[in-house]
Structure formats: structure tokens, C-alpha cells
């Protein structure tokens, strides 16, 4: 399993699905959250379709990190620690806050969510505690640095919007607002911007290919949806903010 060319193909094989991954959503939007609709077979509560496909970034990852001959030097568990930060309050916390009462998810979704982040915990885990070399001269490295820094302000922007998105609705409530104040006074997904700049902070830190894979299948993922968003917005609000961008502030 801990192969270096199988990880060498798998690490560029993820940078393919990132390119498939925004063709694919420039043509299909994603039939979950708002764009739900029939059509896409058996479904789940989203709840836990969130739990579903997004288990293997931190319980696979946990697993695939063991494996690896540094598994137990400061370096890669600081890693380790950055990478279950996010996950594990996107696995276990996010979806149970979520005011999403009889909203449902295709099982077909929430299994391609679950077998890309095995894919990505596979490539990123082994990466940190077993291909990568990390000395503990990395921690005072600008690149490590730098890296923190940007990835702890991904986490703070998509956390915050995600709050703000959550409590547009009172406790019953199952209808759509436009979200007011922040960043969502200069574009419509600061949410989806957050989770961008996360993880391109991760590979910064990480200074790695998997890491960078990750960072770009992320921007592959969300950004056409943050623009489906954005169209949605202004063909089902008359008064939408028409100086709103969709995902970076002042561009696009």
C-alpha cells in the first residue's frame, strides 16, 4: 500500500479528476442543498450524507497515517492536527447544525463525495508520514509559516459564513434569504472563498504535491458551484445585490 509510484499516480490521477470535476459542473449542477431535485435515484437525509462521504477524511485518513514510518514524529502531527481540525468539525459537527429539516441527498452523491476523500486522505496521509521528510526545522520554516497562517484564515472566513448562512433561518424555517453583512456584502459564497484559501494554506505548509492536488481539486469543486449559486440568487431575488461578485471580491 505504501508504494511510491502507486502514490506518485494517484497524487497526479487527482489533479485529472480536478480538471473532469469542473468541466463536469460547468454543465451539471450538483443535486443537493438548494439545487436538490428527483432524478438522481435513492436518497439520504443530507445530514447524514454530509457524515457519509466526508467519514474518510478523518477516519481513513487516521488509518492511512498510522501506516507511515513518521507517524509518531512532531512534524506530521502537526500536520496531522491542521488536516482534523477542519474535518473533523466538517464530519461531525457541521451537519448537525445545519437547519435543513426533510432536505435530502442522492446516495450517488454522497458515495462520489465518500471515494474521492478516500482517494485524498489516501495521497495526503501517506504523504505526511511517510513519503514527505519533514525535520523539525519545517516549523519555523516561512513556508510552514505562511502556510498556517493562510490556512487559518480559510478556516475562519468559511466558518463564519457558514454560521451566518446557518442562522438566516430560524429554528423551522426551510426557506432561502440573501445573506447580508461581511463578505457577503462583496460576493455570494464567502463560505466556498474560505474553503479555497484553506486549503491552498495546507499545501503551502505541507509545501507538497498531494497537498497541492488537494488545493486544486477544492477550487474545482466549489467554484462552479459558487457561481450556480450566485445565478440562483439573482433569478430568485428581484433586489439581489447586483454589485455582488460570486466567489473573489472584486473580480468574479
Known amino acids: 500500500m505504501l508504494d511510491q509510484a502507486l502514490h506518485t499516480n494517484l497524487t497526479y490521477l487527482q489533479f485529472v479528476l480536478a480538471a473532469i470535476t469542473a468541466l463536469s459542473l460547468v ?3 450538483a443535486p443537493y442543498g438548494r439545487h436538490e431535485r428527483k432524478g438522481w ?11 457519509l462521504m466526508e467519514s474518510p477524511a478523518v477516519l481513513a485518513f487516521l488509518a492511512f497515517f498510522a501506516l507511515g514510518e513518521n507517524r509518531t514524529e512532531v512534524v506530521p502531527l502537526v500536520l496531522l492536527g491542521l488536516w482534523q481540525f477542519h474535518y473533523i468539525q466538517r464530519t461531525f459537527i457541521f451537519p448537525f447544525l445545519l437547519r435543513t429539516s426533510g432536505k435530502r441527498m442522492p446516495v450517488f452523491v454522497a458515495m462520489m463525495g465518500f471515494t474521492f476523500n478516500l482517494l485524498n486522505a489516501y495521497i495526503n496521509a501517506t504523504w505526511l508520514s511517510h513519503f514527505g521528510a519533514y525535520t523539525m526545522a519545517w516549523l519555523t520554516d516561512p513556508r510552514f509559516i505562511i502556510g498556517v497562517v493562510v490556512f487559518g484564515a480559510g478556516f475562519y472566513i468559511n466558518r463564519k459564513a457558514d454560521r451566518m448562512l446557518m442562522n438566516l433561518r430560524e429554528p423551522g424555517e426551510s426557506g432561502y434569504k440573501i445573506p447580508r453583512g ?10 466556498y472563498f474560505g474553503e479555497i484559501v484553506e486549503w491552498i494554506g495546507f499545501a503551502i505548509a505541507t509545501w507538497s504535491l498531494p497537498g497541492l492536488a488537494f488545493a486544486a481539486y477544492t477550487a474545482a469543486n466549489v467554484a462552479p458551484r459558487a457561481f450556480q449559486h450566485h445565478r440562483w440568487y ?9 454589485q455582488r461578485k460570486a466567489l473573489i471580491p472584486f473580480v468574479a
Request: proline share 12%; with cysteine; aromatic share 22%.
Open 27 to 29: 454543465f451539471i449542477t
Open 41 to 51: 435515484g435513492p436518497t439520504i437525509p443530507n445530514r447524514w450524507g454530509w457524515v
Open 182 to 191: 461581511w463578505l457577503y456584502e462583496r460576493i455570494s459564497c464567502p463560505n
Open 234 to 242: 439573482k433569478e430568485t431575488f428581484d433586489d439581489y445585490p447586483k
